[in-house]
Every structure is written in C-alpha cells, then in structure tokens.
C-alpha cells in the first residue's frame, strides 16, 4: 500500500477563498483523522471519521470548516471561505480501528492563505 | 482533557551520545502512547507503539518505557546519527477518547 495520500502538498490561496485538501486513507482502515499543525498550537485534531461516519468535529474551529467521507477511500476538508489564521499544515490520518492501534499520516498539505 | 508534554523543546547532541527524550502526560487513563519521528516538511513516521499494559518497546536503537501510574514515558536512543536529527513527538490515546493527545515535541539535532 502506498500509505495514506494526501493532496495537495502545498497550497497558496488568496483570503476568501474556497480550499479543498483531499485524503485516500490506507485500504482497509475504518478510521479517519483530520489533524492541523501549526508552531504554536502543535498538532490538533480536527474531525474524526469512523466507517465514513463523523463520529467527533469538535475540534473543527468554526463554520467555515466542513469534513465529507463520501465512501472508504476518500476524505474532503473543505474551508471557505479562507482566512489567513487557517495557514498551516493539515495531515490526515487512518488506523484499522478507533482506538489502541497504530495511526498512519500522509505527507500533510502546507495551506498558506495571503 | 488529556495534556501531553515534552521536554526538552530541542536538543543538541555530538554523534554517537546516547540520549532520552521524556514525555509525561496528565490522566493515566491511556490505551496506548505512541512516539513518532518528523522530519522537516515531511508527515509524521510512527516510531514505537507501547500498549497501556506494557512497559516498554524496543525498535533497533530505539527503547520506549512507558511508566502509565505516574504519567511518563521515555524514548532511548542509543549510539545516535545525524541522521537521527528530527523532531520527535509523543502522542497518547486515551480511554475517554479515539484520537492521539500529542505533544509539541522535542527538535533533535545530532552534530557530526
């Protein structure tokens, strides 16, 4: 497996702006993660996904922040519209169960909002 | 809510040292605690995980001991490398919970 992919690597977008970043966990796994980084904050989780079903998005900032997992192999984190405070990198992530497994994080997406 | 720390903030070692990363963590109420590598730009490498009921895991050169009653677990790396040089985080699963606690990390830097 190719472990999980995210795209894109890098972003730059203007302020206002919708932002879509894209995530194909590994085959097989059941859970989902959205977790955001950022030098002062760390790594937070944003919204987690269990059998395509968000089970938790309270670590979803606000409103202008959505999550979807349409089907097994697919996840969405969509911003819009974009501010420059959302400028950080975002990495999913998947296991093979919710909990007491290892987690698994794609290469992230540096998002710069100008 | 769970809190998870790491110190030191950063680390300079010359090659070849021996060197602990600590980690410690608020409630003990954990299902597991998971060290992992990033490097600069890069995604997050999973290291070593250590289930709540165990007390420690080796990988190579590394050793992870988790002490849970007291909140604290160590990363061991032995005989270190340049190559070594990374950012080394801790993060925590707990039993109220689904998603890793992580800390902020430690920025290791092996000097040839």
Redesign the interface.
Known sequence: DAG?IQSPRHEVTEMGQEVTLRCKPISGHN?L?WYRQTMMR??E?LI?F?NNVP??DSGMPEDRFSAKMPNASFSTLKIQPSEPRDSAVY?C?SSSA???????????T?LTVV | KQEVTQIPAALSVPEGENLVLNCSFTDSAI??L?W?RQDP??????LL?I?SSQREQTSGRLNASLDKSSGRSTLYIAASQPGDSATY?C?V?SNS????N????TSLLVTP
């Open positions: 999980v859970s993660f760390g790594l989780l987690y269990n089970i938790d990495f992530a919710g909990w007491n497994t290892e987690a698994f994080f794609g290469q992230g540096r | 299902y597991n998971q992992f730009g890069k995604g997050l490498t999973s995980l289930q985080l993060a699963e919970g689904y998603a890793l992580f800390g902020k990390g």
